[in-house]
């Protein structure tokens, strides 16, 4: 079986137009759904503020996080300091500032573990099937019998405190689910017949579930990602809050309603507005995880 | 006693399928009781020549995809054998099944499911080249738009979506696809049966020209008999895992002795409002392949069944008519 | 089918003008241009054509059952006289299933699969006769069975829809649908996901039943052969409106349409294995762009200057036979021009 002779040379610039066309609509496709969603729209920007926050922390914060004044104790909001002090004389405002960087720490460190470590052991358990899925789907059922913030809590206390370990504990807890999702998906998609087609054209285990079952599974994934990262989030808060996660002086908004437990009456402002930056985060989470599954729901796509 | 319809001369034969068995294991609930299974190839014999197009033909559960699938490694093989140019496509190793998909490959026949939908077809046809290590990056591109070209597309196809596509541009894909790998045997499982019919007239008059270009050779599975009396040179009628009737494609349009396949033919429905046909209307339900009982598969369901038929099953032989003409009813003698 | 030494009764059904639109990302799909045909008492006429001609939404249309990103943009569907598209929607479901039924092509899809068969054809003689009674509406719906050639209806009427095979789940759906003796019987490709055989079985007993309810049908395919065997009259669409109407007769032997013309040339049955096979050039046109001039042109063979600036109205060509091409322009338009490139007389 020889080679066809080589075909007239291809204007490679002529590829890249196609190709950076077919992209664009794509692209714009995406922005069409994105647009018609409101809901989204807040999601994204209350994320997208997130991050801005996060990055931008030097410039927004107003005091020094970890600064202590006593004589400022338990200030309320004022003026000068925005959202009042906490029991230590730091300024809450300043804190919650910081404090983004550290809870998108936590969010996009677990989701990083956690995702990719749950797609693979899906992918490989749900295609390969037989005592391999036994054993991988047994193990991840010992993990899902509990509740994912008493597992979390068990790890967190195991390792010691600390927020690399929280991310380690909350990661840890999370994979099963994925891999639960990507082993459904992989499952419904692998007796697809352009999965099968695959096989026919001499493709390898390895090939077909890197190249052609795993993007199948992505839209799931990510979507449960986005909606997965207001509980990581909380969750990290929780053990904050039972001082397994951040310790102090760590500006983490978990620990910082924590902290405020004693005041909870006459200061509310030293638990409430952490409390309410949690909220906000999570809430955009949520939004925005809702809107990409519309988007990336092929129904919506269909041109026809 | 006569061996398998031989084509044409052995020295040509390119595939040759022999007392084949595919059967799929059922398991009946939580207990492993009474265990069934489907028998969807029963017992099959078939040669095939090289640059010959074999129509199977039947309804459904009669076997013919499940045998389409066994001959490219899709389906089980449970006891028989098949050979390829000699030698045995049974139970391959990697690299041997690899070697295989170089020579043979499949169409499905549901175009809006045999094309990834995250592929853009560019890496949906170039997959073969890549898989076999034939060509690398740009390369890759022009291969496919070459093998593009011919079955109609143009490079502004190259790197859309599957979805973009209507049902007989996805098949034409599906083609090209399958033949940039140049295999020299082509199993097509209905690969029109999902078209319009005039899509279908221009998929069939390309896949002619393509067989008659690269010399391949077809095993074309459908059930509109219509379009195999077109496509084929030779016919295997078959019904519940067995090939029941082979020969020319003439012969079987115009002298069928088998009583299945005559009620087929008589149940297509004529395009000529003034001559309705003789239908003889088949009666009762098709039944499935699962635990089939002794004796003739169409037994149960035949208007001529006699004593014999229930208790020794046929065996696909010359009975009647020219040589190459096989059939298994016991009353079709020679 | 119609018995053709009965005198030409009333009108049953008249679709006049209907246009559908469907929104969609990439813009307004124009998937009906006004859509005219008729349909009498006891008469069956088959509305042919490929994928994306419109049939399909010509059916639910009849039904009301467009929904959003679709709209019924114009026309009127008169049934005995009144204007679906006017009623209310509780006059709508008075009409549904009673009046009008539709058999669809997937019978396993249609059916509920935790009901069993039985209750569910007793259950639409139930809707709209509520007086009826468990009992004799289960009978009734079990005599019918009986007359769709099942054995043992009773135990039938037990059994699930998964229990069944292709076959008699079709049946069970034709039951169902025909239990009301409805007027009007719509059915969307009842046979295509059948074997042949049982196709040829269903086919004949659909007949028996017609004749013997005496319902009109609006039988929809692309398959010409069942066309041409089940059906009275034929209305050939192509992209969103009728190109050619006429008794199936005139229209499979005697094409006016050169769209027809191709499409019974593509079909192999008769093929000689040879020759390529007949195959129209091109492809089904884009419905992104409301209907300017024909909308075969660019396919067409025979196509002029005229033909890719107005839109041809239908042609009268004698004996219910009409066609919409300006092949035929000396022949009297069949009705007055209206909507879309109104083109004179002669």
Redesign the interface.
């Known amino acids: 079986m020889t080679l066809p002779p080589p075909g007239r040379s291809l204007d490679k610039e002529e590829l890249r137009r196609h190709r950076r066309r077919a992209r664009r609509q794509f692209l714009t496709d995406s922005l069409i759904l994105w647009r018609r969603n409101p809901l989204m729209i807040i999601g994204s920007l209350i994320i997208l503020g997130l991050v801005l926050v996060a990055v931008l922390a030097p410039f927004l914060a107003t005091h020094d996080p970890f600064d202590q004044i006593l004589a400022d104790r338990l200030l309320p909001p004022t003026a000068g300091r925005w959202f009042g002090t906490d029991s230590l004389g730091r300024d809450i405002y300043s804190r919650v500032i910081y404090g983004a960087r550290v809870t998108l720490a936590i969010a996009f460190l677990v989701a990083a573990i956690s995702t990719p470590l749950g797609l693979i052991i899906g992918v490989v358990s749900g295609y390969i099937g037989g005592a391999l899925d036994e054993l991988l789907m047994r193990c991840s059922d010992i993990f899902l019998a509990f509740p994912k913030l008493i597992l979390a809590i068990a790890f967190a206390a195991a390792l010691g405190p600390g927020v690399e370990n929280a991310i380690v504990a909350i990661a840890v807890a999370n994979w099963p689910s994925y891999a639960r999702l990507a082993r459904a998906e992989t499952l419904s998609v692998k007796n697809n017949d352009y999965i099968r087609v695959m096989r026919v054209l001499g493709a390898g285990r390895l090939r077909i579930m890197v190249g052609h079952v795993t993007p199948m599974c992505l839209s799931s994934i990510i979507v449960r990602m986005s909606l997965d990262m207001g509980t990581i989030i909380l969750t990290a808060a929780g053990l904050g809050f039972l001082g397994l996660g951040a310790q102090p002086p760590t500006p983490e908004w978990g620990l910082m309603v924590s902290d405020g437990r004693d005041f909870l009456v006459d200061q509310w402002w030293v638990s409430t507005l952490p409390g309410f930056a949690i909220l906000v985060v999570v809430m955009g989470f949520n939004l925005l995880g809702d809107g990409i599954r519309d988007i990336l729901d092929p129904h919506q796509r269909q041109g026809r | 006693m006569n061996g398998p319809g031989r084509a044409r001369g052995s020295g040509r034969t390119l595939l040759e399928v022999g007392r084949l068995q595919v059967h799929f294991p059922l398991r009946e609930g939580l207990f492993r009781g009474r265990r069934s299974v489907v028998k969807a190839v029963n017992g099959v014999n078939l040669d095939l020549a090289r640059g010959e197009i074999l129509g199977l033909v039947g309804e459904s559960g009669c076997g013919k995809t499940s045998l389409g699938l066994a001959v490219v490694g899709l389906a089980p093989v449970t006891s028989g054998r098949i050979e390829f140019k000699g030698r045995s496509l049974v139970g391959l190793s990697g690299r041997q099944a690899l070697e295989r998909s170089r020579s043979i490959q499949l169409i499905f026949q549901d175009p809006y499911s045999s094309l990834h939908p995250r592929k853009t077809v560019c890496q949906l046809v170039g997959a073969g080249l890549r898989i076999h290590g034939l060509a690398q990056g740009p390369r890759v591109d022009a291969l496919v738009l070459e093998m593009l070209e011919r079955v109609g597309f143009s490079l502004e196809h190259l790197y859309r979506y599957a979805h973009e596509f209507s049902g007989g541009q996805r098949q034409r894909i599906a083609l090209a696809r399958a033949l940039v790998l140049k295999p020299e045997l082509l199993i097509l499982d209905e690969p029109t049966s999902a078209l319009d019919v005039s899509v279908q007239a221009q998929i069939l008059n390309l896949l002619k020209e393509l067989q008659a270009e690269f010399n391949l050779t077809y095993i074309f599975i459908s059930h509109d008999l219509g379009v195999v009396h077109y496509v084929s040179h030779r016919i295997g009628v078959m019904y519940l895992g067995h090939i029941v009737e082979l020969g020319t494609t003439a012969e079987i349009f115009l002298r069928p002795r088998h009583p299945y396949t005559r009620i087929l033919l008589s149940s297509l429905p004529s395009l000529d409002p003034d001559n309705p046909p003789q239908r003889q209307v088949l009666e009762g339900d098709p039944p499935t392949p699962i635990n089939p009982p002794p004796g003739c598969p169409f037994a149960p369901r035949c208007p001529e069944v006699r004593e014999i038929c229930a208790k020794e099953k046929p065996e696909l032989i010359h009975r009647a008519g020219p040589d190459g003409h096989l059939t298994a009813c016991h009353l079709s003698s020679a | 089918m119609r018995d053709p030494s009965r005198p030409a009764s009333d009108l049953l059904l008249q679709v006049e003008d209907l246009k559908v639109r469907f929104h969609?990302?990439?813009g307004v799909?124009h998937a009906l241009e006004g859509v005219t045909f008729h349909l009498r008492r006891q008469e069956t006429l088959g509305l042919a054509g490929?994928?994306g001609c419109g049939k399909s939404v010509t059916a639910r249309s009849i039904l009301r059952l467009i929904e959003p990103p679709g709209y019924i943009s114009q026309g009127r569907i008169a049934f005995e006289g009144r204007d679906i598209l006017k009623l209310s929607q509780a006059e709508v479901r008075a009409l549904r299933g009673s009046q009008i039924s539709m058999i669809m092509q997937e019978p396993k899809m249609a059916l509920n699969p935790v009901i069993r068969v039985g209750r569910q054809v007793a259950e639409t003689l139930l809707i709209h006769q509520p007086g009826l009674g468990r009992r004799a509406a289960r009978a009734q719906a079990v005599e019918m069975l009986a007359q769709l050639g099942i054995a043992s209806p009773g135990r039938m009427a037990r059994r699930y829809p998964h229990e069944l095979?292709?076959?008699?789940a079709q049946r069970v759906m034709i039951a169902m649908m025909l239990v009301t003796r409805p007027k009007l019987l719509i059915a969307d490709e009842p046979t295509s996901a059948l074997?042949?055989?049982?196709?040829?079985?269903i086919?004949?007993l659909m007949k028996d039943l017609i004749r013997e309810i005496r319902t009109s049908v609006l039988m929809i395919t692309?398959?010409?052969?069942?066309m041409?065997?089940s059906c009275d009259r034929v209305a050939v669409m192509y992209a969103g409106s009728v190109v050619e109407e006429g008794p199936?007769?005139a229209v499979?032997?005697n094409p006016r349409h050169p769209y027809t013309r191709?499409?019974?040339k593509?079909?192999?049955?008769?093929?000689n294995?040879d020759q390529?096979?007949?195959?129209?050039k091109g492809?089904?046109p884009s419905l992104l762009r409301p209907q300017t001039h024909c909308r075969f042109a660019p396919r067409c063979e025979e196509a002029f200057d005229r033909c890719r600036e107005e839109v041809p109205p239908m042609y009268s060509l004698g004996g219910e036979h009409q066609a919409a091409c300006f092949l035929h322009h000396r022949a009297a338009p069949a009705r007055p021009a209206g909507g879309v490139g109104a083109a004179e007389a002669g």
């Open positions: 969609t990302l990439r799909v490929e994928t095979s292709g076959g008699m074997d042949v055989t049982i196709q040829a079985q086919m004949e692309h398959d010409l052969g069942i041409a065997e199936v007769r499979l032997k191709g499409l019974l593509t079909v192999p049955d008769n093929a294995p390529p096979l007949f195959s129209i492809n089904v």
